[in-house]
């Protein structure tokens, strides 16, 4: 079995900026991907920002720019630094990683951005 451990989430004002960490209970460098995904309140979970096994790197729109996915393979953690926040950011995010063919979720961290 898979665990991920979020960290990092908080209250934050409009602009300010946050850094999540997911610590995976096997080698990041095993995942074949690794992201982050968000929920809002009654909507959908959205893809936020993925990291595949080739390095290839995946963003949604509405965070490009502002929003960086990496990794410390020494500390196997998977990072997102989130800067110049919205209140629309807020939402729960979560850990996302797929080994083997099977997806994995942290617990979701909440994330919210308010004055």
């Known amino acids: 079995q898979v665990q991920l451990v979020e960290s990092g989430g908080g209250l934050v004002q409009p602009g300010g900026s946050l850094r999540l960490s997911c610590s995976p209970s096997?080698?990041?460098?095993?995942?074949?991907?690794m992201g982050w995904y968000r929920q809002a309140p009654g909507k959908q979970r959205d893809l936020v920002a993925r990291?595949?096994?080739?390095?290839?790197?995946n963003y949604a729109d509405f965070v490009k720019g502002r929003f960086i996915i990496s990794r410390d393979t020494a500390k196997n953690t998977v990072y997102l630094q989130m800067n110049s926040l919205k209140p629309e950011d807020t939402a729960v995010y979560f850990c996302?990683?797929?080994?083997?063919?099977?997806?994995?979720w942290g617990q979701g961290t909440q994330v919210t951005v308010s004055s």
């Open positions: 990291r595949t096994w080739s390095d290839t790197i």
């Open positions: 996302h990683a797929i080994l083997a063919g099977s997806d994995y």
């Open positions: 096997r080698s990041i460098l095993e995942f074949s991907a």
